[in-house]
């Protein structure tokens, strides 16, 4: 975009008008030993040519999903994107909008949103999804907070460790200021124990906080956990995988009050971490306790077929204290990306993600565990993630190994978890070939390092 600098006419001009006879007044506020006391050490002034090629060069430097073979996974994973997310997203109608204030004048926006929300519903078995949030753990505070308001229960929420780490300091974060005490219970054998819940189930217990396939991979028993509390009096919310859906039961087919996602994989790049897309989903009993936006179908006075947006319990259109949220936006642009995802690829073609992701990771999880060095963590089913243990405990030295073969091979688990710093996030998406497969196993295993010697000492022979 065009760039105008300030002229020193023009400084001089808003220190006037404030009040100020200095730049550095504005800033003696600030401790003098806080403040740089030399210029900025940004090199001399670059031609276009010379500018373009040093912002390559230090965009070269980062490892991704583009130049590295990925097996990370925790919430962003690499999913193949098809062309046709790109074309449709790209189209400057779509791009350059933004939140619809006067909502119906952007038919097509409004249309968008609806088709999002007919299919995530179509996709969840819920009765009502919004029209997004900002990212899959925001999309988890806020059904915890909504579930204690539909529940009028606000003593405690209980989470198991095999909930993301990162959804629990959210929902904590958010329940910081309102007296709710987040209740996180042991997953020790990579899932949920279900007496643990039934022990920690009680009429103060506003919901159940779950992920499934759960951060470990693992899959949790949803029906025995939805069944234990509803009897207890509490709301169960759930935390999802949209491709996992392909294979696996619908949260509303086993009883979920609140479902949740990251919806980075429905047709987003991993983009090192966001912006992302927060699916919100929820039974048709709690709709007007949701937040954020709801697009609806009516026709006009001359009987034509229409979108409006409904419910709006948001801070701009009611009174502050009613709003259920201060969320302010959606991701219009993502919710597009994943309407055109799931509509190309429809029942069958998810199946087919689904079925890829499970048959891969069984084949990496067959290969990996055949060398003695790596065992499973957890002796559960999984879908597509994984936990393995390194038994000489070297994780980091065998990430530094796999990145310099060009192999992002999986994430440490020690930042969150002490008691398996031994251990590594393994996710394996349908994108995965056998050959990469053999190659991650090889980093991990020496044997690319091996080969590289064999080679080197064939060469000097």
Same mark, same amino acid.
Request: net charge negative; charged share 20%.
């Given at each position: 975009?065009?760039?105008?600098?300030?002229?020193?006419?023009?400084?001089?001009?808003?220190?006037?008008?404030?009040?100020?006879?200095?730049?550095?007044?504005?800033?003696?506020?600030?401790?003098?030993?806080?403040?740089?006391?030399?210029?900025?050490?940004?090199?001399?002034?670059?031609?276009?040519?010379?500018?373009?090629?040093?912002?390559?060069?230090?965009?070269?430097?980062?490892?991704?999903?583009?130049?590295?073979?990925?097996?990370?996974?925790?919430?962003?994973?690499?999913?193949?994107?098809?062309?046709?997310?790109?074309?449709?997203?790209?189209?400057?109608?779509?791009?350059?909008?933004?939140?619809?204030?006067?909502?119906?004048?952007?038919?097509?926006?409004?249309?968008?949103?609806?088709?999002?929300?007919?299919?995530?519903?179509?996709?969840?078995?819920?009765?009502?999804?919004?029209?997004?949030?900002?990212?899959?753990?925001?999309?988890?505070?806020?059904?915890?907070?909504?579930?204690?308001?539909?529940?009028?229960?606000?003593?405690?929420?209980?989470?198991?460790?095999?909930?993301?780490? %990162?959804?629990?300091?959210?929902? +904590?974060?958010?329940?910081? @200021? =309102?007296? &709710?005490?987040?209740?996180?219970?042991?997953?020790? !054998?990579?899932?949920?124990?279900?007496?643990?819940?039934?022990?920690?189930?009680?009429?103060?217990?506003?919901?159940?906080?779950?992920?499934?396939?759960?951060?470990?991979?693992?899959?949790?028993?949803?029906?025995?956990?939805?069944?234990?509390?509803?009897?207890?009096?509490?709301?169960?919310?759930?935390?999802?995988?949209?491709?996992?859906?392909?294979?696996?039961?619908?949260?509303?087919?086993?009883?979920?009050?609140?479902?949740?996602?990251?919806?980075?994989?429905?047709?987003?790049?991993?983009?090192?971490?966001?912006?992302?897309?927060?699916?919100?989903?929820?039974?048709?009993?709690?709709?007007?306790?949701?937040?954020?936006?709801?697009?609806?179908?009516?026709?006009?006075?001359?009987?034509?077929?229409?979108?409006?947006?409904?419910?709006?319990?948001? %801070?701009?259109?009611?009174?502050? +204290?009613?709003?259920?949220? @201060? =969320?302010? &936006?959606?991701?219009?642009?993502?919710?597009?990306? !994943?309407?055109?995802?799931?509509?190309?690829?429809?029942?069958?073609?998810?199946?087919?993600?689904?079925?890829?992701?499970?048959?891969?990771?069984?084949?990496?999880?067959?290969?990996?565990?055949?060398?003695?060095?790596?065992?499973?963590?957890?002796?559960?089913?999984?879908?597509?993630?994984?936990?393995?243990?390194?038994?000489?405990?070297?994780?980091?030295?065998?990430?530094?190994?796999?990145?310099?073969?060009?192999?992002?091979?999986?994430?440490?688990?020690?930042?969150?978890?002490?008691?398996?710093?031994?251990?590594?996030?393994?996710?394996?998406?349908?994108?995965?070939?056998?050959?990469?497969?053999?190659?991650?196993?090889?980093?991990?295993?020496?044997?690319?390092?091996?080969?590289?010697?064999?080679?080197?000492?064939?060469?000097?022979?």
């Amino acid at each position: 975009m065009p760039y105008f600098y300030n002229t020193d006419d023009d400084r001089r001009e808003m220190l006037e008008a404030i009040g100020a006879a200095s730049v550095d007044e504005l800033f003696q506020s600030i401790p003098a030993d806080l403040r740089m006391d030399r210029p900025l050490e940004v090199g001399p002034v670059l031609t276009e040519v010379e500018l373009t090629r040093h912002v390559g060069a230090l965009a070269g430097q980062n490892a991704h999903a583009g130049n590295h073979v990925c097996f990370l996974g925790g919430g962003s994973y690499d999913h193949f994107v098809p062309a046709v997310v790109d074309m449709i997203a790209s189209r400057s109608e779509f791009y350059t909008s933004y939140t619809p204030y006067q909502a119906e004048v952007s038919q097509g926006n409004l249309q968008v949103m609806f088709e999002y929300q007919s299919l995530i519903t179509r996709l969840t078995g819920m009765d009502v999804s919004n029209a997004s949030v900002y990212d899959g753990g925001s999309a988890a505070a806020e059904a915890v907070l909504m579930a204690i308001s539909c529940s009028k229960r606000d003593g405690r929420v209980l989470a198991p460790e095999s909930v993301h780490p %990162e959804y629990r300091a959210t929902v +904590e974060t958010y329940l910081e @200021n =309102i007296g &709710t005490r987040l209740e996180t219970l042991p997953a020790t !054998a990579g899932r949920l124990d279900l007496e643990q819940l039934s022990a920690a189930l009680a009429d103060d217990v506003a919901c159940v906080f779950i992920q499934h396939p759960n951060f470990f991979g693992a899959l949790e028993e949803m029906e025995e956990i939805a069944r234990l509390t509803h009897e207890a009096g509490a709301l169960l919310v759930v935390s999802f995988d949209p491709i996992s859906l392909g294979l696996l039961q619908r949260p509303g087919d086993y009883g979920a009050d609140i479902a949740v996602a990251e919806g980075q994989s429905l047709g987003t790049p991993m983009q090192f971490g966001g912006p992302y897309l927060g699916i919100m989903t929820c039974k048709q009993e709690f709709v007007r306790r949701m937040p954020g936006r709801i697009a609806g179908e009516t026709v006009d006075r001359e009987g034509r077929r229409c979108f409006v947006l409904t419910l709006q319990t948001r %801070e701009q259109h009611i009174r502050r +204290e009613k709003a259920t949220s @201060n =969320i302010c &936006t959606n991701q219009g642009l993502f919710a597009l990306r !994943a309407t055109v995802y799931l509509s190309q690829m429809g029942p069958q073609g998810l199946r087919e993600v689904s079925n890829g992701c499970l048959q891969k990771s069984r084949y990496a999880i067959e290969r990996i565990t055949s060398n003695p060095r790596f065992e499973l963590a957890f002796a559960q089913p999984t879908f597509k993630e994984f936990v393995i243990r390194d038994t000489q405990n070297q994780v980091e030295q065998l990430l530094a190994t796999s990145r310099e073969t060009g192999i992002l091979a999986g994430i440490p688990l020690g930042r969150w978890y002490p008691d398996l710093d031994d251990c590594l996030l393994v996710a394996v998406t349908e994108k995965r070939t056998r050959e990469e497969i053999d190659a991650w196993v090889a980093s991990l295993t020496g044997e690319t390092s091996a080969r590289k010697e064999q080679h080197t000492n064939c060469c000097h022979a």
